[in-house]
């Protein structure tokens, strides 16, 4: 059998669970939306889930076992990801304390792709988080096509949510742009950058 579908249904409510789980990507989509519009908040979007796309198919090409096997190279994709998520943190922080400067997070142009995309391939837990739930669900279908199956359905879903996220957040943008309320959301998505950097790290 080349696909089990009789998985699907509990692979999908395993799905929901972890997808509307706030993480570092739904964080940095709601502050890219709201402080740069729905262009910045989509090309966040797309480097995220082209990062996820890669891991995915390290885990899907047998590759991503291999990776597991080599601790130094985990150990050095911590480290990494945890830097840059700690760069985010400060450099939010430093925006809060010299607020009339221009911030760099608004800069047009693809440095919200690059985000997107950093923050996820260098976090390990995507890989790891692959390599430990998607094999679950392979029934008794073919590894590859059903991994590869699942993996289509999760990035879909998961594209789905964050994609509400974006424009939600975009639409809302107006009314939230209140010195406050920014100060806040930059408040709490510095903490939670620097959370999860600490997190990596430990």
């Known amino acids: ?55 995915v198919a390290l885990v899907i090409s047998g590759l991503g076992v291999v990776l597991a096997q080599y601790p130094v190279v985990l150990t050095a994709l911590r480290w990494i990801g945890a830097g840059y998520l700690l760069h985010l943190a400060v450099s939010l922080a430093r925006g809060l304390l010299r607020r009339g400067a221009e911030e760099p997070e608004e800069v047009v142009g693809d440095r919200p792709f690059r985000q997107g995309f950093l923050t996820n391939i260098t976090n390990p837990k995507m890989l790891l988080f692959a390599l430990a739930f998607l094999p679950q669900f392979i029934g008794s279908g073919e590894p590859a096509p059903q991994l590869a199956m699942l993996a289509a359905v999760f990035l879909g879903l998961a594209a789905v949510w964050e ?25 709490v998505c510095a903490a939670v950058f620097l959370t999860m950097s600490v997190g990596l790290v430990v």
């Not at 957040?169 to 930059?186: I, Q, Y």
Request: with cysteine; charged share 10%; glycine share 8%.
């Open 1 to 55: 059998m080349l696909f089990d579908f009789s998985q699907v249904p509990a692979f999908l409510i395993a799905c929901a669970v972890v997808i509307v789980t706030p993480g570092v990507d739904a964080f940095l989509l709601l502050r890219t939306s709201l402080r740069s519009g729905v262009r910045s908040g989509l090309l966040a979007l797309a480097g995220i889930h082209t990062a996820a796309a890669v891991q």
């Open 163 to 187: 994609l509400m996220i974006v424009l939600a957040a975009s639409r809302v943008a107006g009314r939230l742009k209140r010195p406050g309320v920014t100060t806040a959301l930059d408040v």
